[in-house]
């Protein structure tokens, strides 16, 4: 059996996969597009006088509290990473809204240490797995493709190797949009002064 008649065979089982793995992932990332400063002002006040009253603890249930309430306010559960992400967003909010954003969306990219980020060493090596994942999905769909095939039913098994590695690389795009993004202001936001006022750009 050639290796274009298996992945005839397949073709539901595979198209059923990809459905599986991309649905949840578009709702997944419908949710992760919003942050704390999509939410309501009446949220974010409630959020700002939690972490102003927030006292450390090493008990495991107030810790697991403090985990769901800082997932419901879109913040990272370092108080003070939190805290300095929304004092950055209102110091200059026309300079300083995208980076803010962003980097409450990717907090799987990066390293946070007394309220600094560092990027993670394997989210590079992500990247680079993602990038040829999806370069030999595309490569791979348009070898098997057969051009002189009767029915658009044995082009499926190709169509959908080609359409998985688009949706790689548009996942990878968009991290390295990210990463970008973050990139640029990375050293203003780590070198930030959290006790500077909000600047005239810093209105809610």
């Known amino acids: 059996m050639t290796a274009s008649e298996i992945f005839k065979v397949s073709t539901p ?11 949840p992932l578009l709702k997944r990332g419908n949710e992760l597009r919003k942050t704390f400063f999509e939410l309501p002002a009446g949220v974010k006040t409630e959020a700002i006088e939690y972490l102003l009253n927030y006292e450390e603890t090493k008990q495991p249930m107030k810790l697991l509290s403090h985990k769901i309430k800082m997932e419901g306010y879109k913040l990272d559960k370092d108080v003070k990473f939190s805290t300095k992400v929304i004092r950055f967003y209102y110091h200059d909010r026309s300079k300083n809204a995208r980076f803010c954003r962003n980097v409450l ?15 993670r060493p394997s989210m590079y090596f992500g990247l680079l797995i993602f990038s040829l994942t999806g370069a030999f999905q595309i490569w791979f769909g348009h070898k098997i493709y057969n051009p002189d095939a009767p029915g658009i039913v044995d082009a499926i098994p190709s169509y959908s190797l080609v359409a998985g590695g688009i949706v790689y690389a548009c996942v990878v795009s968009y991290i390295i949009i990210q990463c970008i993004v973050i990139k640029v202001s990375k050293k203003r936001f780590n070198q930030f002064n959290e006790n500077l006022p909000a600047g005239s750009n810093g209105t809610v």
């Open 13 to 23: 089982f595979i198209i059923l996969i990809i459905s599986a793995l991309i649905i």
């Open 105 to 119: 969306k990717a907090r799987g990219m990066y390293s946070i240490k007394e309220a600094k980020i560092s990027f």
